[in-house]
């Protein structure tokens, strides 16, 4: 395949009302369950990928509470879209593949998988208990021998970025040994992440890498604490022409 494009959109959080909508106190995003919650967020998104003509989309994880998971899929479902899926911290693999044909199983209990074409191998992973872990690192390693470009999707960034939440326990636990296997490789790599709620873009060595805004909300980058922005969502919209990999974010605000 030579030119493909896909939507990537992440964080939808289905049934998740933040408790607290400006300054949050303490480390971490709280929620309560809210059913319906950022559906209409969702469709908005959905609804505009499919307006683009763009048949073929990636999650990026954290779909939402566990009842919200059905309704989710139902909802990507009515759109013909053709998914790939990756776990976020807020999914659970035995749940989601209830309703996901998670394929062959290449490391055991994790929904991780890969996709080549002759230009450029995508590369799917799961980071739902906030780390990669030994066997998938070893994996990844395997599947990146040879290979010159690269796509890592996977839920958490691996570079650190200049954020409040990147310091309050959020980051992937085992990030600084994937940067050291994913810097020791010669292939160009580029990552594509969810997680911290912002659009953001990285580079360091042979890494580049984006940081997607979410379905749900989005978190303020420059602030002394974390500060929610409900009103703002997006996605991300992927251009592979062989090799090349461009890319472009789709805003929607509310009035
Ligand atoms: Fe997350």
């Not at 062959?104 to 208990?129: M, Y």
């Not at 990147?166 to 296997?181: H, Q, V, Y």
């Not at 911290?196 to 580049?208: F, G, L, V």
């Not at 500060?227 to 509310?254: C, H, N, W």
Request: net charge negative; aromatic share 8%.
């Amino acid at each position: 395949m030579t030119k493909m494009t896909l939507a990537f959109f992440t964080d939808a959080h289905l049934g998740q009302r933040l408790v607290a909508t400006s300054e949050l106190a303490g480390d971490k995003m709280g929620y309560e369950e809210a059913p319906g919650e950022h559906e209409h967020h969702l469709c908005v998104i959905l609804d505009d990928i499919a307006r683009k003509g763009i048949s073929k989309v990636v999650f990026g994880g954290d779909i939402g509470t566990e009842r919200s998971v059905g309704r989710f899929f139902e909802l990507v479902r009515s759109h013909g879209f053709e998914m790939s899926l990756i776990l976020g911290n807020h999914d659970s693999y035995g749940n989601v593949t209830q309703y996901y044909d998670p394929g062959e199983s290449v490391v055991a209990g994790k929904l991780c998988f890969s996709q080549h074409d002759p230009h450029l191998k995508r590369i799917f992973l799961d980071t739902s208990d906030n780390v990669v872990d030994d066997c998938q690192r070893e994996w990844l390693a395997r599947e990146l021998e040879g290979v010159k470009k690269a796509a890592i999707f996977l839920h958490h960034p691996i570079l650190p970025l200049d954020t409040p939440v990147d310091r309050t326990g959020a980051a992937l636990r085992d990030r600084d040994e994937l940067r050291s296997l994913l810097t020791g490789m010669d292939c160009q790599i580029s990552l594509f992440c969810g997680h911290y709620h912002m659009i953001d873009e990285a580079r360091e060595a042979n890494i580049r890498q984006y940081v997607s805004p979410a379905v749900s909300y989005q978190i303020a980058k420059q602030s002394e604490r974390l500060k929610a922005d409900t009103r703002t969502f997006g996605y991300r919209i992927l251009e592979f022409d062989k090799d090349v990999i461009r890319t472009q974010i789709v805003l929607f605000s509310k009035p």
